[in-house]
């Protein structure tokens, strides 16, 4: 029964990939050869040695579609960044305790 629901899951995930080059595919068949190259180059990188064989790029944003502008985009930038340095800090402050407390019971 399980083997049936991993095939299920399987098929799902498989079935969305199919969709997703489908819509790539009719969007490349809408433009020129050149301009389907150039987007081509955007969107995907090249893998290994062969410079012929891609990979597709997902790019994300902080901020793109929510409907801010610069200065906002960059407040939340730099509020993210606060946030990353301080969960640092915590964690120092506990590799320090833990530190400390491992010396005091060798002693």
């Known amino acids: 029964m399980m083997t049936r629901t991993y095939e299920t899951i399987f098929e799902t995930k498989k079935e969305w990939n199919r969709q997703w080059a489908?819509?790539?595919?009719?969007l490349e068949l809408?433009?020129?050869?050149?301009?389907r190259l150039m987007h081509l180059l955007k969107y995907s990188r090249p893998t290994g040695v062969n410079k012929r064989v891609r990979s597709y790029v997902v790019s994300k944003k902080i901020g793109v579609g929510d409907g801010l502008n610069e200065d906002e985009e960059v407040q939340k930038r730099e509020e993210k960044a606060e946030q990353v340095?301080?969960?640092?800090?915590?964690?120092?402050?506990?590799?320090n305790r833990?530190?400390?407390f491992l010396c005091l019971i060798d002693q």
């Open 22 to 26: 489908q819509v790539i595919l009719m």
């Open 98 to 100: 833990a530190r400390i």
């Open 30 to 35: 809408s433009l020129s050869p050149q301009e």
């Open 85 to 95: 340095r301080e969960e640092k800090r915590q964690l120092m402050k506990k590799k």
